[in-house]
């Protein structure tokens, strides 16, 4: 059964037209669809699928701390390692529906460090992953690295270095386009 990590920014918490569309080609085919706890984006698609009483979900969220699970379907807790908090906490649950997933639809504010590390972990996995880059209410096929500075190259360079700050990753900026 083919397996699709949907997540995105907590500040994107409605869904276009256009993302209705690609997650209502996912329910027709029956895809699994993992999908985290956090409001914003993850919340959005969970309200979606149980709008339409689709059961073919999973929420991953952190043991002992499931946020939200509006459809109440299964969930797949995840622990944290000792003493890990804020990003480092959210990010092993993010990286497990990153292990489990075959596919990725992104919903990308631009600036949420925690989309960017996902399609990014995706990308190094060789999984393809779909990025709606709200802000421009365009969609974006990601398939390898250059894809993903290609994508960096329509946000500002102020937002890109503060990601790479952010993320630790030092060679974004040698590699982007000019904005």
């Not at 969970?46 to 299964?74: F, I, S």
Request: glycine share 8%; hydrophobic share 40%.
């Amino acid at each position: 059964m083919t397996k699709v990590f949907i997540a995105g920014s907590r500040k994107l918490s409605r869904l276009s037209p256009e993302l209705k569309a690609r997650i209502d080609t996912m329910v027709e085919k029956g895809f699994t669809i993992l999908v985290g706890d956090a409001n914003g984006a993850d919340k959005a698609v969970q309200r979606y699928l149980a709008d339409k009483e689709y059961r073919n979900v999973t929420v991953h969220c952190m043991t002992a701390n499931c946020r939200n699970n509006v459809g109440g379907w299964p969930m797949q807790e995840i622990a944290a390692p000792p003493g890990a908090r804020g990003f480092a906490y959210y990010s092993v649950k993010d990286q497990a529906m990153v292990d489990a997933a075959e596919y990725g639809l992104m919903l990308w504010d631009g600036e949420s460090k925690g989309t960017l590390n996902s399609v990014i972990n995706m990308i190094r996995q060789n999984k393809p992953v779909v990025v709606y880059l709200a802000p421009k209410k365009k969609f974006r096929n990601l398939r390898s690295a250059d894809d993903v500075f290609e994508l960096l190259g329509t946000c500002d360079r102020a937002s890109v270095q503060r990601l790479e700050r952010e993320l630790g990753i030092d060679e974004m900026s040698h590699r982007l386009p000019s904005v």
